[in-house]
Nanobody
Framework: VHLVESGGGVAQAGDSLRLSCYAS???????MGWFRQAPGKEREFVAT????????FYADSVKGRFTISRDDAKNTVDLQMSSLKPEDTAVYYC???????????????????WGQGTQVTVSS
């Protein structure tokens, strides 16, 4: 399974960006997530969407500003980011858990497929 992210770029504080992740295979029963890694920091959980029922979970730092969605017919998972802050600057990674886990979805170790990442830079 190959995951390819797109949509990153440079934005100003308060702007919006939409990231997309395309999967090379059907992942309709996979838990899909977004993580990010800022320079000098560990990779951190951003958001996830379950395959069954489409429940979503967010990191406290992005709750209310970011929205994750999926279109299984198109094999895509999007992350709509609004009210961007400089601290959102990071490389954003799309991840897939082919087992469709319901638990530990905030842990990077739950996911078995990863994209190459897309840079998001937010200036103040």
């Amino acid at each position: 399974v190959h995951l390819v992210e797109s949509g990153g770029g440079v934005a100003q504080a308060g702007d919006s960006l939409r990231l997309s992740c395309y999967a090379s295979e059907h992942l309709s029963k996979s838990t899909m997530g977004w993580f990010r890694q800022a320079p000098g920091k560990e990779r951190e959980f951003v958001a996830t969407i379950l395959w069954s029922g489409g429940s979503t979970f967010y990191a406290d730092s992005v709750k209310g500003r970011f929205t994750i969605s999926r279109d299984d017919a198109k094999n895509t998972v999007d992350l709509q980011m609004s009210s961007l802050k400089p601290e959102d600057t990071a490389v954003y990674y799309c991840a897939a858990d082919s087992r469709g886990s319901y638990f530990y979805v905030e842990s990077a170790s739950t996911y078995d497929y990863w994209g190459q990442g897309t840079q998001v830079t937010v200036s103040s």
